[in-house]
């Protein structure tokens, strides 16, 4: 399977051909909350009432009234999109699919009898429970993230980061550090160094050949990891020959502080000070799933990928989706949305008495990931991957020759980033 452009424009709703559901449910018999609306809750929410026509009951727990996408946030650091443009409220869920929102934060789970708590002491009972609750931060000490931005969850950070670049010197510094893998959006943290670059270079006039002497900022890419981690040779080509004489890449750099006062970032291979640290902690599941003992020793929670249910025991009924859950898939917003898909299948299947293993199913399983890259203010890459169920293996594994990606970057791929973006927040949130 080879992949162009044109199918990774049409890969989200394609992802919503593969349900085979049962009809006819008495209504509301069986009860699905979902935490978190984000791509991966949202999708799951929506997915629920649709393919079940309305017969499962849906209730969200998410503590905003809007998700503000990271999915091209980082287009906000210059200028180009603000955050309203980003915002997608509960509204449609509610509205067009019929799912009951509730404003509030999930605290824990009681698996054995089936019980959400709140943070708000409120207790939800639920027949199936999906979490999607995203992402948390490892702690870094001296780290004060009122000072230091990660912006790697989209909000007050990243506009944040956006005046601390803006306030920057022509010949100032900026320092960013990539976590150990896996993080969410594998090309997400080299397409940030590039779109500084770009605002810096263009704003001494480097990148015009005006700049004056001494008149040069500094793009420091401190890589946790032993090199870049998607899209390799068009970061690199994009590091060497587009910002050169900006971008100092440094691999295998562990973060072990943070002097956030002073703007100092301390490392296994050294320190950096800059004018503006943009420092990305580790990632791992979100505490509920911490502290509910769904993780256990793992980093992620573990899941059967076939339904996305749980599989440390007590939890029957419970199913984690998106960049919580711990399959080895990319960690993408449009990989979420694929998972919410098999998911939302698997669960109408089984509230309606069918299995969710059948030879046809199982033989069914895929997923698929894309991601648009900005490396100039009007010039993106892309890349893209497939995964599929594999029986011998019980894995998810990658199809051999999906992996796709676009070696360049071009203002074409510009343009189709955002039908890309715009089909994705639509399929999940409208
Ligand atoms: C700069 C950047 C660029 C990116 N670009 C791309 C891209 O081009 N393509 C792509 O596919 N992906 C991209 N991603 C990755 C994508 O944003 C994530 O993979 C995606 O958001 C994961 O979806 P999720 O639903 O698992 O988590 P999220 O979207 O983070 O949603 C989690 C939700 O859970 C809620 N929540 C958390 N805890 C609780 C709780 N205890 N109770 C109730 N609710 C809770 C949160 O409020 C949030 O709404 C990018 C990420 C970044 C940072």
């Known amino acids: 399977m080879s992949f162009t452009r044109r199918n990774i424009l049409q890969m989200v709703p394609a992802a919503a051909a593969m349900s085979l559901t049962p009809r006819g449910f008495a209504a ?18 929506k997915y629920l009432r649709m393919w079940s026509n309305g017969g499962i009951a849906v209730t969200l727990v998410e503590p905003n009234t809007t998700h503000i996408s990271c ?40 698996g054995e009898n089936q019980i959400l708590q709140l943070e708000s ?8 429970l999906v979490v999607a609750t995203g992402i948390q931060f490892d702690n870094i000490e001296g780290l004060d993230s009122r000072l230091t931005p990660h912006a790697w969850i989209a909000g007050k950070q990243t506009n944040l980061l956006r005046d601390q670049i803006g306030a920057m ?20 943290p080299y397409e940030r160094a590039c779109l500084v670059a770009d ?119 419970v199913y984690v989706i998106g960049d919580s859950q711990g399959t080895g898939q990319p960690k993408s917003g449009h990989m979420a949305n694929a998972q919410a898909k098999v998911c939302a299948d698997a669960i109408v ?21 894309a991601c648009f890259s900005p490396i100039t203010s009007d010039e993106a890459s ?3 991957a497939v995964f599929k169920y594999n029986r011998d293996s019980g894995k998810m594994g990658l199809v051999p020759g999906s992996l796709g990606e676009s070696h360049n970057w071009n203002s074409e791929n510009y343009q189709d980033m955002f039908a890309w973006s715009e089909n994705l927040f639509a399929d999940t949130f409208k």
């Open 169 to 188: 010197p022509n010949n100032g510094t900026f320092v960013m550090t990539i976590p150990e893998k896996p993080y969410r959006c594998p090309p997400g």
């Open 199 to 317: 605002i810096l270079g263009r704003r001494s006039g480097v990148l015009q050949g005006t700049a004056s002497p001494g008149d040069t900022p500094t793009v420091v890419v401190l890589d946790a990891n032993d090199g870049i981690q998607a899209e390799k040779h068009t970061f690199e080509r994009a590091f060497k020959e587009l910002y050169g004489d900006i971008v100092e890449y440094i691999p295998n750099a562990h973060v072990t502080s943070v002097d956030s006062e002073d703007r100092v970032v301390h490392t296994s291979v050294g320190s950096w000070s800059g004018d503006v640290l943009n420092v990305i902690p580790r990632h791992g599941a979100p505490q509920l799933l911490v502290d509910s003992g769904i993780t256990g020793v793992s980093r992620w929670a573990p899941v059967n990928p076939v339904t996305y249910g749980v599989l440390t025991a007590g939890f029957p009924g």
């Open 71 to 110: 999915i091209m946030s980082n287009l906000v650091l210059n200028g180009q999109l603000k955050l309203p443009d980003l915002s997608f409220d509960y509204a449609a869920l509610q509205s067009k699919y019929g799912v009951k929102v509730v404003k509030d934060r999930a605290q824990y789970i009681d």
């Open 382 to 384: 892309w890349l893209t």
């Open 349 to 369: 299947r089984i509230a309606g008495g069918l299995s969710a293993e059948t030879e046809e199913r199982l033989d069914n399983i895929t997923t698929n990931s």
């Open 121 to 128: 002491l409120e207790k939800i009972s639920y027949d199936s």
């Open 28 to 45: 509301d018999t069986h009860h699905v909350v979902v935490v978190g609306g984000g791509f991966a809750g949202s999708t799951v929410a």
